[in-house]
């Protein structure tokens, strides 16, 4: 018999055109939103993928995850699962004016001892930050930013989006790249035409549309809304020592099949920056995209170590922001919000007025000496705008349409929650209520400790502790972890499965890590990030009870202002109480995974061994290290009670220098910090794990 031959040649014939199929996606895909140079129309790229899509019906054992056809598939998630980035995805100060540049280009030449410094500048792309990884070249894992240490994998929603290749063009053992998820706006623009069309309520933004759409639970709608990706760092490369600086990176990237910005520019000082500025800010709107400013880097990545980076922000890179789109309005009232720390906080409510894609109904007038300053009175016509685009505010009285009858605003003398004296300190702006049982500060307080970031107590919304409040359930946080179930169950909207799922709720929290506990108990000055650190630094408020200002000063990013507000707290008998009632609740936090263990621990174990080489030190990784990646090594220090940081100080303990340590190596030379080889660090390591195994 002749012709088409067997089974198995049939097979053999399918897998190479498949593999020749995915080759020449892959290619086209590049020339496409890499190279932004197509060699085939729309139609051809099509018939590509509609013929591999039916030889993989035919052969279904040939299709692999990598698989151009497999970016949508699937049932939908029930909840997204948490990720540590290894390296923080950090926010970025922003500047307005052109001092603003040059005082932070100013800051940042002293931290580089009076060099001067080239500059990469590319569109800040207003969109969801986004972390993807790559092992052996195929797409592992996409991460949302989240708080900056921990995000949401959301890896299903990521394999949709078409500009991020699902196959790198070489087999890299791993890469990390950062970029920005974004909807176009021709994709905004249809899908609100369809929600239109469909009865449904228009998104806001583009902005928005793509953060939601990113966090969807099923990636078979988030594939309708046509996401698109600027990749914009390369945040971990395992093959070589990797680039030196941000340009090189970039083309590494793009070599790789990820796609970058061709807008991005080099410029060799802040004269060309400015007029980089001023060029992009006249032709920003002609863009499918929105932007809201240029982001502006240190071009090497020898002088962004010596810059270093504060808990917030990289010192090396400042966001431009373009001026914030504003509206006019009337001013219908002036209210008095009380926070959790007794803050009174004059708020003007609006007239609502459409501002930069929402609907605006409220601005803050900050305290009282804003309100004078600005003479903002109710009935007056205000200019308005979102400040970074973010927190609307009033910027200016429109004198000129003041009614006869206005009357200048003052700041009530007692709390107009709970009566209580209002007092204003000395040095501070903010005028606070003196009520140590107000319900408003209670209020906030409560939503504050059950929020998301903090001890994420789900079901326990503003509704149900209004309620708690207005019944006398509860009178601080400790007091959610003595509710009645009958009681409970006996509330509006409740019954005695909400309040059996509430209370299941509660238990869960008492065992969340020490961090959240610190952050929920809304300390001045300690946000998510100050916690993390000093949760690093200590095991539980009975070590951190302990520790003097100094001590707490002497802890990396925490600084005076900080460590007097955490003594402050710790030394109310008040608080003491709080904490004690909580501890008598059951409320017993754990130490996160690869958390460095409580300080004051003890040293040595009941043997006599002094127990890990790296227990409370600070280790900074520079250099290749033989088989290990450095993710994978910071992972090992921090398990053994270490704690790796960015860039070498007084503060550091430990240098490790593999191949091709430059900076950081001569730093710790310069300040007498002690320098390990990778086959000492490797031998520290063998003692360390020997001591876990015993």
């Known amino acids: 018999m002749s012709g088409s031959g067997g089974p198995s040649d049939r097979k053999s014939a399918a897998r190479a055109r498949v593999e020749k199929l995915r080759g020449l996606i892959a290619y086209h895909r590049k020339r496409y939103y890499v190279d932004d140079d197509p060699e085939i129309s729309d139609a051809e790229y099509d018939l590509l993928e509609r013929e591999l899509r039916e030889l993989e019906d035919v052969h279904p054992e040939l299709v692999t995850p990598d698989s151009p056809t497999q970016r949508v598939g699937g049932q939908p998630s029930e909840e997204f699962e948490t990720f540590h980035h290894a390296t923080p995805l950090l926010s970025l100060d922003n500047a307005y004016t052109r001092a603003e540049l040059e005082e932070w280009e100013e800051r940042l030449r002293r931290r580089l001892d009076g060099a001067s410094s080239t500059y990469t500048v590319e569109p800040k792309v207003d969109g969801l930050s986004i972390a993807i990884h790559y092992r052996d070249g195929i797409l592992e894992r996409g991460v949302t930013r989240g708080d900056g240490s921990v995000g949401e994998d959301v890896t299903p929603n990521v394999r949709t989006i078409r500009s991020v290749p699902l196959r790198l063009t070489r087999a890299v053992p791993f890469v990390e790249a950062r970029g920005e998820v974004y909807m176009p706006r021709t994709a905004f623009e249809e899908l609100n035409r369809q929600r239109v069309a469909d009865s449904m309520p228009p998104f806001a933004n583009p902005r928005n549309s793509a953060a939601g759409s990113v966090r969807l639970l099923d990636p078979r709608i988030t594939a309708e809304r ?342 402050a707290f710790l030394d109310q008998p008040a608080n003491r109480e709080l904490l004690g009632r909580l501890r008598e609740a059951g409320v017993k936090p754990e130490v996160s995974a690869g958390q460095a263990p409580p300080r004051g621990a003890q040293d040595a174990t009941e043997d006599g061994s002094t127990g890990s080489p790296f227990l409370r030190k600070t280790v900074v990784l520079t250099g290749a290290l033989p088989g290990r990646s450095r993710e994978e090594a910071k992972a090992l220090v921090e398990a053994h009670g270490g704690r790796v940081a960015g860039s070498v100080s007084s503060k550091t303990d430990m240098v490790v220098a593999g191949e091709g340590a430059g900076s950081k190596l001569e730093k710790a030379r310069k300040l007498g910090v002690a320098v390990i080889d990778p086959e000492e660090f490797e031998r520290l390591l063998s003692g360390a794990l020997d001591e876990t195994d015993e």
Request: glycine share 8%.
């Open 226 to 567: 046509k996401l698109n990706c600027f990749f914009y760092a390369l945040a971990a490369y395992s093959e070589g020592a990797g680039p030196e600086t941000h340009q090189a990176s970039l083309e590494l990237l793009r070599d790789l099949g990820l796609r970058t910005n061709p807008l991005g520019e080099r410029c060799d000082d802040l004269d060309q920056v400015q007029a980089y500025i001023e060029r992009l800010e006249k032709t920003r709107h002609d863009l499918d995209y929105d932007i809201d400013g240029v982001v502006v880097k240190v071009e090497r990545f020898d002088q962004r170590e010596l810059a270093g980076s504060t808990s917030k922000f990289p010192r090396w890179a400042v966001a431009f922001k373009y001026p914030a789109e504003q509206a006019t309005t009337r001013v219908r009232d002036i209210v008095i919000q009380v926070g959790r720390t007794g803050a009174l906080t004059p708020v003007a409510e609006l007239e609502p007025v459409q501002l930069a894609g929402t609907t605006v109904a409220r601005a803050t007038l900050h305290n009282e000496e804003e309100v004078q300053r600005k003479d903002v009175r109710i009935g007056d016509t205000v200019l308005i705008e979102k400040a970074g685009e973010i927190i609307p505010q009033v910027v200016k009285v429109i004198e000129s349409k003041r009614p006869r009858d206005s009357r200048p605003f003052e700041m009530p003398r007692a709390c107009p929650v709970c009566g209580s004296d209002v007092l204003k300190e000395e040095g501070e702006v903010a005028s606070r209520c003196t009520g140590v049982s107000c319900p408003a500060q209670r209020r906030e307080m409560l939503r504050h400790f059950a929020g998301r970031s903090a001890m994420d107590i789900q079901g326990l919304g503003d509704a149900l502790v209004e309620q708690l409040l207005r019944r006398e359930m509860v009178r601080d946080v400790a007091g959610l972890y003595r509710l009645d179930p009958e009681e409970l169950a006996g509330l509006e909207r409740m019954g005695a499965k909400s309040a059996a799922n509430l209370l299941a709720q509660l238990e869960v929290s008492k065992t969340r890590p020490f961090r959240r506990l610190l952050h929920a108990l809304g300390i001045r000055h300690v946000g998510e990030r100050a916690s993390r650190v000093l949760a690093d630094a200590y095991g539980s408020f009975d070590l951190l009870q302990e520790a003097t200002e100094e001590e707490l000063q002497a802890i990396d990013e925490i600084g005076p202002k900080t460590a007097r507000s955490i003594r």
